[in-house]
């Protein structure tokens, strides 16, 4: 076995490395720094431009505010000259002069070699939007740049454009908010969902402290899950004590069951029953537990025929419509597609206007882009039979949708491609 301290003189050999590169990197800032200064441009009067050897050239703000307006043309040259690229090679000055001119602190480190330059890059990359007042202010926090980490440093950030730009802040914080959101996956088959969100801060600690409170209670209680689960199940009662205070309608937890009756369920034959939230397969005892939890009420539907006709005249589509087609097709009916048909929009295949009825066997589920494709764009689509669609895309490519599915197919009855949802075969309209 190799001896650790066999590797010390390599490993010598590479910090040595290490330190020369960064001693090459300081000189090559200070270069710059010297190249800067002699090509500045500083005629504001003239909208950032001056003359140079009978042509114009303008000035170009790669640093933040107080930085020196360097020579459009001068930049190129440098640029090419440290083999960089265009874009890349200004951003890198813009670093280097943003520290120079407006971060003297974090300058002075880097030349004594107690900060790594690409630190410095990254500070810089942090200050370049602020006031030449709050750039100030976190260099003058940066007295020693070497043990600043990056949450310190948007700290510091954030506190320097509170303290210096205000308006700044508050259009920050106010768009920030627009983004907030709590979503509810799709169950999986345990069961189980998983949630994600974004809440205003005061929101997310309120709603950690009455989890916690909450769970730490179900503990006491004899509750003997992990303190994580105890948590979940936390959440779970929260909801439920939210929804005992309905006054629309039944308080607590509500359940819509659509029963299906078959002949092995009537003999007590056959595999194990499985049933379904939304298009996902639980197990009958999962959905045994839901249905014990105090405060249930339970809305018990007959099965939907998803094969039946029952059309309306009406353009409006009725829920038992809709929900015929959800539990039929499941996913949007456009190739590939998998986004859940409860999520769609509904279309008539064949145009109400056109004489199309409004009858689950007329209408597929296209979420909202593809039902857009196929309004806007060269997508057509024929229904073959019901549940099944046969697309022809903008080139000429056919793929039939059905449960099975997406499947490429052969198609040479190029004449008999169809307008938008045109039947090949006409609805069943009985």
């Not at 020693?144 to 954030?158: F, M």
């Not at 308006?167 to 920050?172: F, I, P």
Request: hydrophobic share 40%; charged share 25%; with cysteine.
């Amino acid at each position: 076995m190799t001896s650790r301290t066999a590797f010390t003189p390599l490993l010598t050999r590479l910090r040595a490395g290490v330190e020369q590169r960064e001693e090459s990197v300081v000189a090559e800032w200070a270069g710059i720094v010297e190249w800067a200064a002699g090509n500045t441009v500083t005629d504001p009067a003239a909208g950032a431009a001056t003359i140079r050897d009978g042509f114009v050239d303008t000035g170009l703000p790669i640093a933040g505010e107080g930085a020196p307006l360097v020579s459009e043309f001068a930049l190129m040259e440098l640029v090419a000259v440290l083999g960089r690229s265009p874009d890349g090679g200004r951003v890198y000055v813009g670093r280097v002069l943003e520290c120079a001119w407006r971060l003297p602190q974090v300058y002075a480190s880097v030349v004594a070699g107690r900060l790594a330059p690409w630190r410095a890059e990254r500070i810089a990359e942090a200050t370049r939007p602020l006031c030449r007042e709050a750039a100030a202010f976190v260099d003058r926090q940066l007295f020693n740049a070497t043990g600043v980490g990056w949450a310190q440093l948007e700290r510091l950030i954030a506190e320097a454009v509170i303290r210096f730009d205000p308006e700044r802040y508050e259009a920050e914080r106010a768009a920030a908010a627009d983004h907030r959101y709590v979503e509810v996956g799709a169950p999986d088959g345990n069961g189980l969902v998983s949630i994600d969100g974004l809440l205003d801060a005061a929101d997310g600690r309120d709603l950690d402290d009455a989890i916690s409170r909450r769970a730490t209670l179900l503990g006491r209680l004899g509750n003997e899950a992990s303190l994580d689960v105890r948590r979940s199940q936390a959440l779970g009662d929260l909801a439920r004590s939210d929804l005992t205070l309905d006054i629309e309608g039944t308080p607590g937890r509500k359940a819509v069951l659509n029963v299906h009756i078959t002949d092995a369920t009537l003999r007590g034959t056959g595999a194990n029953p499985v049933g379904r939230w939304d298009q996902t397969p639980v197990s009958a005892e999962q959905i045994r537990e839901w249905l014990a939890q105090p405060g249930m009420s339970v809305t018990v539907r007959p099965v939907v025929d998803v094969a039946g006709h029952v059309p309306v005249t009406a353009y409006e589509i009725p829920d038992r419509h809709r929900q015929a087609v959800e539990l039929r097709d499941h996913t949007c009916r456009f190739p590939y597609c998998t986004r859940a048909a409860m999520r769609c929009d509904l279309d008539h295949a064949q145009p109400h206007g056109r004489g199309g009825p409004t009858c689950p066997c007329n209408l597929v589920p296209l979420c909202r882009r593809h039902h857009r494709a196929k309004t806007h764009s060269q997508w057509r689509y024929q229904v073959t039979k019901v549940g099944t669609c046969v697309w022809r895309s903008p080139s000429g490519f056919h793929f039939e949708v059905s449960h099975r599915g997406t499947h490429p197919v052969e198609h040479s009855d190029d004449g008999d491609d169809p307008e938008p949802g045109v039947f090949r075969h006409e609805p069943d309209t009985r």
